[in-house]
């Protein structure tokens, strides 16, 4: 796994996804789903979903 979550493992990050969705609906619930700090959420929670959908790619590709 490459990128800045490349030092966690596969239930590590999905707990970072959970935590990370989580926040970002509290914060559009706060400041509304165009704000800026909700749309840097997102694209947080966006680079730990790709991060964990390659993973899952190059597990299956080993097999």
Same mark, same amino acid.
């Given at each position: 796994m490459e990128g800045p979550y490349a030092d966690v493992d596969k239930k590590s990050l999905q707990e970072k996804?959970?935590? =990370?969705? =989580? +926040?970002?609906? +509290?914060?559009?619930?706060?400041?509304?789903?165009?704000?800026l700090i909700t749309v840097q959420h997102s694209q947080e929670l966006d680079v730990l979903l790709n991060e964990y959908s390659r993973e899952n790619l190059s597990s299956i590709s080993s097999c």
């Open positions: 996804i959970r935590d =990370k969705r =989580k +926040q970002m609906i +509290q914060v559009a619930n706060l400041y509304g789903f165009t704000s």
